[in-house]
């Protein structure tokens, strides 16, 4: 069994930064991808960033130039840096793993339970 554990949400002003991280429980055999969601209330979960093993980074439009996704892959974690915040950015941010816990197992989804962040005007 694999938990995800997210860190680094809080309260901040328009304007502002924030860090999330994101690690593992345990060592993971492989990972394919690392990534981080987000979702509002009353909206869907949206792909907010990832990154592949290789290093290839992909960003949702609205946060392009104010995010950046990076990982660490000897500690299997993955950060989010956030820069100019807006009042839209507030939303749960979500971690997911996507890997193989062990040479054996399945390709797999790993989610952690989510970490606030709000944005204030």
């Known amino acids: 069994q694999v938990q995800v554990v997210e860190s680094g949400g809080g309260l901040v002003q328009a304007g502002g930064s924030l860090r999330l991280s994101c690690a593992t429980s345990?060592?993971?055999?492989?990972?394919?991808?690392m990534g981080w969601y987000r979702q509002a209330p009353g909206k869907q979960r949206e792909l907010v960033a990832s990154?592949?093993?290789?290093?290839?980074?992909n960003y949702v439009d609205s946060v392009k130039g104010r995010f950046t996704i990076s990982r660490d892959n000897a500690k299997n974690s993955v950060y989010l840096q956030m820069n100019s915040l807006k009042p839209e950015d507030t939303a749960v941010y979500y971690c997911?793993?996507?890997?193989?816990?062990?040479?054996?197992?399945?390709?797999?989804?790993?989610w952690g339970q989510g970490t606030q962040v709000t944005v204030s005007s």
């Open positions: 990154i592949t093993s290789g290093g290839s980074t």
């Open positions: 997911n793993i996507n890997g193989r816990v062990t040479f054996a197992s399945s390709r797999s989804d790993y």
């Open positions: 345990r060592s993971i055999f492989s990972i394919n991808s």
